[in-house]
Structures are given as structure tokens and as C-alpha cells.
């Protein structure tokens, strides 16, 4: 079957089921539209916050991202698991137990103070909608493969279908859905991974296959694949860091606190029904998040080796003539995402490392892994599968951040602070209109987006890491700090890393408005903008620390609540709010 | 509150808090100290294909994640026991 049509089948499958579910599980009370009515189990929900948290960038980003960097790529593949430990240890089990709907209430009940819980909603806006631009991109480049048009148009139809996706349903059908999007995801990118794995190495475990030697050679894939990028003079594949060692530290440690920061994942803990639950879920979550994490650096390296194989064939004597690129170079064209530019004349392709001669001109790292089975000409129900999944993976992700987005701003600001009176009805339309409103200005800002899927991804973990990791754990493992140390600290740690990423990629990331633009030599300490997170952090424990020893100490009560969810027994169940 | 005395609540948090010092160490250990800091002295080292830096950034910090998450939580289910104040 020709693989359009095919594509059109699978995905249209998969997303009749998906919408299946969520009609099905059709949110009634505003308490199921936001956590699932409680007791969910742990490896259930291990399972559907893996769908949540694997994202788009996960998905099509980052071994595309890797298979460009290399080792230097780790800092996303180290940075986006070891958070989980943090999660685990630092907040699951405590926020779990002290149980209310959203991140910004349990800081304004822990700071006893409207203004922290204003404070925390804006942070988790600024850095949720920063997370949806990334989402933004990747459904754009799967779209615009997948119908083969141009990214925008790609992009446009990708905001229509998350409009009705996430606006349909709540959190209860988001939970089962996620199960059923995780499935899809995990068989995407693993069956792919399996066949190339097969193919170049002879073992059928891309883990163990990138360590393996090629198919009839004695010679290992990294050394074959580290010869091949030098000979074009591109840096060794498995030694190359990303810019610095100190870069590389405080890129890790910045995805590391910013995934622990992130409210859309820790919201999900709120729906297991105990205290150990809620560490075990952790657990099962990062296995589930695992599989797809150890396979995806195989799916990096061999990525790469097949493209450069294919464009480039380091046996042959001469280069690819471009009349006869193969079908996938074709298609890709289509998007605008890949480029040629014959720069010598003599119709064939040129790819180096050199700018000057190099005749590939755009490679947009987004499209390496929906690209891959395709480049090493896999089967046609493959290639749909992927898209399939890449399209999982987005849209399980962007409803999510959308639900915490929209929850921050209906039950927070609105019922919280605003007017507590507001009916159910009413609040779950504000949380409605919330979302159109999100995905509307973040699509807006994804037709130029300030990175690829991962990079900009890792601005938002910068963002989530610099302005609430610190406050949450504070506030468990701190009794001393109060109001003022936390509001202080969270605008330092967030105006910091804003101000600091704006001034390299440009306010709302719009690029001519930079005003120090995004050279390496105007970095702080060599430190790239994603990363920045890290610093923003070290700043907010700094400042809140040093105006809470200037302060007045909490009040008693507070102390006690610090007291009461340090304790797993006695949970609430998360049915009586 | 349920402990049985202050000084019993006490005893608990500072278990807690010295068992999750422990495991962030590890934590620390294979991904900042192996995976960045530590890896042009391991990647001398090899493991089939896989220089043993690059191994420890790409593949082995990730599996010892997830078993420290699970030690956790079955060393903490046991503290709880041990204090009573497990949840049925």
C-alpha cells in the first residue's frame, strides 16, 4: 500500500481510539476534569505519566539531537531521566500527601500568601507555554511530513486538532488515553530501533547493538560511525561535548531540577491513592520512561550513520548525483526543513563540515527520527508507525501542559483568588477558554520557534527549574522559610533565567529583538541560554534563604502543616476535596 | 500526628533525610561524576563497542536511576513500618 494512505490509516486509527477513550471517560465533576477522581494505580499511572512526560521533544527532538552532537547530547538523555530520582525523593511523596489539585495551592497554602500563589501560577505560565511552543514545533514537522506541506501549514492544522483534543476531554480521559498513547509511542520508537539495529549490527536490542560490532565486519559501530563524521571533518561522534564540561554539568543538572519542577508531572501524583504510591509510581514511570530513553541514543548514532551513508557513502569514489536523491530527500524537501544548494555546479551533493562547500545547507534535526526508517528503507507500516507515534507523543504532552495551564489559571487566580464564588460550570469554562488562549499564542509563537523541539523544551525546564524546584523543596525540607523568602526567590530565579534567555534569543523569543544576540562569546561563563536554569535556581535558594533569615519566622500553624506532610500516614484520599 | 513521641518524629525525618543523602550521592556519582566530570579518564576504558564514559552518559546513568528510585521506595516503606506510621 502506498505510504500516504497508509498514514492516514494508522494515524486515523490511532486517534479514533485515543478520542474513543476520552469521550468514554467523559470528565463530569471539575475534581475529575483535574485528577482523575483519585486512585489510580501505580503502574497505570506510572504508565500515563511516562506519555506525559515523554514529549515531542523526546520523541522526534532528541535523538535527532544526539545523532548531531554525539556524546554532547548526553545532557538531555542524563537530564531528562536522573529528575525523576529527584522527584521521587524530594517532592512525590510530601505533595502526594498534603493533596489539593495544583502546584501554585500547595505554595500558597505552605507561604500563606495569596501573592506566592500569583507568583507560582505566572512561573508555571511562562514555562508551560514555552514547554507547548517546543510541542508546537514537533507536531508542526510531523504534520507537515505527514501531509506533505509546508511546516506552517503543518503547524496550523496541528493547533486545530490539539484545540479539540485537549479542549474535549479532562484529566480522567487524558489518564487512559495517555495509557493508550504510550503504547503507541513505546511500539514507534522501539520497532524502528529493533529492524535498524538488526540491520547495521545483527542484534535485535538497539542497547546492545550500539556496542556491537557492524554486520561482517570485526570493526564496533561507534569506531565505524566516529571515522565516518572525522573523514568530513565533523567532531568525534562519542567524544565531542556540548560546548564545555562546565556547560555540560549545568545543562544536566538544569533538566534535572526542571523536570522535578514541572507541574504537569507532579500534578499526576496527585492521583495515586497513597503516600507509597506515589514513590513507587515513580518508579514504574521511569522504567516506562526508560525503555524509550536507553533506545534512543542507539536510534541517534545509527541515524547517523545511515544518513551519512546514504549522502555521502564514504565507499563510494564519487558523491550522490542529485537527480537521483532518493524518495524520502524528496519528500522532506517538501517541508522546507531539509535543503540543497548545489553550491560547485556539478549536481551531485556535497556534505562536510565546512560551510563554505557543504551543500546541505538545512538538516533540521526534528525530522532525523521521523526520517530514519525511512533512510534505511524500512518496511511502509513502519514509517507510519512513527508518525503515529511522534504524533502520540505530542499531543498526550501538550494536553497535559495544557490542563495544568489551564487549571493554574481557573482554579487558581480565578476561584482562588479572583472570585471564590465562581460555580463548577463556570470554572471549567474559564479552564477552556484558558486553553484556546494557549494554544493559540503558543502556536503563534512555534511558526519561529527559538530552538528545535528539544531546545526549546530545555528553555522550559530552565524556566520550571529556576522558579519552582526551588520553593517546593524549600518549603518541605525547610521550616524556617517564609513568605517573603519565597516570593523574593522565585522572581529572582525567574526574572534571572528570563532575562537572561530573552537577551540571548530575543524577548517572546522573537529573534531581532535579542539585544546581545546568541553568540557563544557573550555567554556567562561560556553557560548556553538552555542551560541557564541551573544559575537561575542557585539564585532563588540564595535570595530565599537570605530574606527569610531577615524575616519573620511562619506562623506556627505552617510549621505544623510542614510537620503533617513529612508523615505518610493519614492521607487524605484524593476523592474528598 | 501519629508517632509515638517527638523525639520518635525526629528519629524518622532524620532517617529519611539520611537515606535520601545516600542515594543522591549515587545519583550524583554516575551521571555528573562518570557521564561529565570523570569521562575522558573512562572512556580509556571499554566495554565491547562503548567507551565506558560514554556508556555511563548514554546507557549507565539511566539504569541506576531507576533502581535507586525503587530502593527508595522500598527502604522507605520499611522505615514507615518501622515507626508505624505505614499507611494500610
Keep these: 500500500m502506498e505510504l500516504q494512505t497508509l498514514t492516514y490509516l494508522v494515524v486515523g486509527f490511532t486517534f479514533s481510539v485515543y478520542i474513543g477513550i476520552a469521550l468514554w471517560a467523559r470528565a463530569g465533576s471539575t475534581k475529575e476534569f483535574y ?15 511516562a506519555a506525559d512526560w515523554m514529549s515531542a521533544a523526546s520523541f522526534i527532538g532528541m535523538a535527532g539531537l544526539i545523532a548531531f552532537l554525539g556524546y554532547g547530547g548526553s545532557v538531555f538523555l542524563m537530564g531528562w531521566t536522573g529528575g525523576f530520582v529527584l522527584l521521587a525523593m524530594l517532592l512525590a511523596p510530601y505533595l502526594r500527601k498534603y493533596g489539593k489539585f495544583t502546584v501554585p495551592e500547595f505554595i500558597g497554602d505552605r507561604f500563606y500568601s495569596k501573592t506566592a500563589r500569583i507568583v507560582a501560577v505566572i512561573c508555571l505560565i511562562v514555562a508551560s507555554v514555552t514547554y507547548v511552543i517546543g510541542q508546537m514545533k514537533g507536531i508542526g514537522v510531523a504534520f507537515s511530513r505527514f501531509l506533505e506541506v509546508d511546516y506552517g501549514t503543518g503547524l496550523l492544522v496541528g493547533m486545530v486538532i490539539v484545540f479539540f483534543y485537549a479542549v474535549l476531554g479532562g484529566m480522567k480521559g487524558i489518564t487512559y488515553t495517555q495509557i493508550a498513547q504510550y503504547c503507541v509511542l513505546i511500539f514507534a520508537y522501539t520497532i524502528p530501533a529493533i529492524f535498524i539495529s538488526l540491520n547495521l549490527t545483527g542484534n535485535p536490542i538497539p542497547q546492545l547493538g550500539l556496542g556491537s560490532t557492524m554486520v561482517g565486519s570485526e570493526t564496533f559501530l561507534l569506531d565505524r560511525l566516529d571515522q565516518v563524521v572525522m573523514d568530513l571533518g565533523f567532531a568525534e561522534y562519542t567524544t565531542s561535548a556540548r560546548l564545555s564540561t562546565l556547560n555540560m554539568f549545568v545543562y544536566t543538572l538544569s533538566l534535572m531540577i526542571g523536570t522535578a519542577g514541572l507541574p504537569h508531572v507532579i500534578i499526576r501524583f496527585f492521583t495515586v491513592p497513597t503516600v507509597k504510591a506515589a514513590r513507587s509510581s515513580a518508579g514504574w514511570a521511569l522504567i516506562f520512561i526508560a525503555i524509550l530513553y536507553t533506545t534512543a541514543p542507539a536510534v541517534a548514532a545509527m541515524a547517523r550513520f545511515n544518513l551519512m551513508e546514504t549522502i555521502q557513502p564514504a565507499t563510494a569514489t564519487e558523491n550522490l548525483k542529485y537527480d537521483e536523491r532518493p524518495q524520502w530527500f524528496k519528500n522532506w524537501e517538501k517541508t522546507g526543513l531539509l535543503k540543497f544548494e548545489d553550491k560547485n555546479g556539478d549536481g ?19 525530522i532525523m527520527v521521523l526520517a530514519n526508517p525511512e533512510i534505511a528503507k524500512l518496511p511502509n507500516w513502519v514509517i507510519a508507525l512513527v508518525a503515529a507515534g511522534g504524533l502520540a507523543a505530542a499531543l498526550s504532552t501538550a494536553a497535559g501542559l495544557l490542563l495544568a495551564i489551564a487549571s493554574a489559571i481557573s482554579h487558581d487566580l480565578l476561584k482562588g483568588v479572583f472570585r471564590p464564588n465562581i460555580s463548577d460550570k463556570q470554572e471549567l469554562m474559564a479552564s477552556r477558554v484558558a486553553m484556546a488562549g494557549a494554544i493559540a499564542f503558543s502556536g503563534y509563537l512555534g511558526f519561529n520557534p527559538p530552538d528545535f523541539a528539544a531546545g526549546t523544551v530545555a528553555l522550559a525546564f530552565g524556566l520550571a527549574a529556576s522558579s519552582i524546584f526551588p520553593v517546593l523543596m524549600m518549603g518541605i525540607f525547610n521550616k524556617r522559610i517564609n513568605k517573603e523568602g519565597a516570593i523574593a526567590g522565585m522572581l529572582t ?54 530574606v527569610s533569615a531577615v524575616t519573620k519566622a511562619p506562623p506556627k500553624e505552617v510549621q505544623e502543616l510542614v510537620e503533617h506532610i513529612r508523615v505518610p500516614m493519614g492521607v487524605e484520599a484524593a476523592q474528598d476535596h | 500526628m501519629s508517632f509515638k513521641s517527638e523525639s520518635d518524629a525526629k528519629a524518622y525525618w532524620k532517617e529519611n533525610v539520611g537515606l535520601m543523602f545516600k542515594l543522591l550521592v549515587v545519583w550524583f556519582a554516575v551521571s555528573f561524576g562518570c557521564g561529565i566530570l570523570l569521562v575522558d579518564v573512562l572512556n580509556e576504558i571499554r566495554i565491547g563497542g562503548y567507551k565506558l564514559g560514554f556508556w555511563f552518559a548514554q546507557q549507565g546513568a539511566i539504569y541506576t536511576f531507576v533502581v535507586l528510585v525503587f530502593v527508595y521506595s522500598h527502604l522507605m516503606g520499611k522505615l514507615d513500618r518501622k515507626y508505624g506510621v505505614h499507611e494500610e
Excluded at chain 1, 482523575?36 to 500515563?48: E, K, L, Q, R, S
Excluded at chain 1, 540571548?504 to 541557564?532: R, Y
Design chain 1, 348 to 366: 551531485r551533493i556535497q556534505y562536510t563540515a565546512d560551510k563554505a562547500s557543504n551543500e546541505m545547507v538545512k538538516v533540521d534535526r526534528d
Design chain 1, 35 to 49: 485528577v482523575a477522581g483519585g486512585g489510580i494505580h501505580p503502574i497505570a499511572n506510572g504508565m500515563a505519566t
Design chain 1, 493 to 546: 530565579g525567574l526574572s534571572v533565567t528570563l532575562l537572561y534567555v530573552f537577551q540571548h534569543k530575543g524577548v517572546m523569543f522573537i529573534a531581532d529583538t535579542s539585544f546581545l544576540g546568541d553568540l557563544p562569546a557573550n555567554w556567562f561563563l561560556g553557560i548556553e541560554p538552555n542551560a541557564f536554569g541551573a544559575v537561575g535556581a542557585v539564585c532563588n535558594f540564595a535570595v530565599a534563604f537570605a
